[in-house]
């Protein structure tokens, strides 16, 4: 079975960082893209960044634009997101998911596949 683990979540006080990994197991997802989304208390979830198969692609939700970067190492199957300048609107449960769907619809999380459990970041003010 096809698993998504985050982890890398935790309490952040706003300016901080976080780096959030998420690994994969029980198949491949090298030709996958994977993305991260997230969601805050009485809010949807929300796209926060997706990058390529190869990882030579990412886009980004214009709110974390310039302080979040995606990356990821097929090597590990692993994809990494790190947070700086981290503010208290960033508190949300991180997901990352996986998708073989088109970069046109990076930000569509019905193209997701495969998701994980998520993990809590909490960026205290």
């Known amino acids: 079975q096809a698993l998504l683990v985050e982890s890398g979540g935790g309490l952040v006080q706003a300016g901080g960082s976080l780096r959030l990994s998420c690994a994969a197991s029980?198949?491949?997802?090298?030709?996958?893209?994977l993305g991260w989304f997230r969601q805050a208390p009485g809010k949807e979830r929300e796209f926060v960044a997706r990058?390529?198969?190869?990882?030579?692609?990412?886009y980004y939700a214009d709110s974390v634009k310039g302080r979040f970067t995606i990356s990821r190492d097929n090597a590990v199957n692993t994809v990494y997101l790190q947070m700086n300048t981290l503010k208290a609107e960033d508190t949300a449960v991180y997901y990352c998911?996986?998708?073989?769907?088109?970069?046109?619809?990076?930000?569509?999380?019905?193209?997701?596949?495969?998701w994980g459990q998520g993990t809590q970041v909490t960026v205290s003010s």
């Open positions: 998911a996986a998708t073989l769907g088109p970069a046109s619809y990076y930000s569509e999380q019905s193209r997701y596949d495969y």
């Open positions: 990058i390529s198969s190869s990882g030579g692609a990412t």
């Open positions: 029980g198949r491949t997802f090298k030709g996958y893209a």
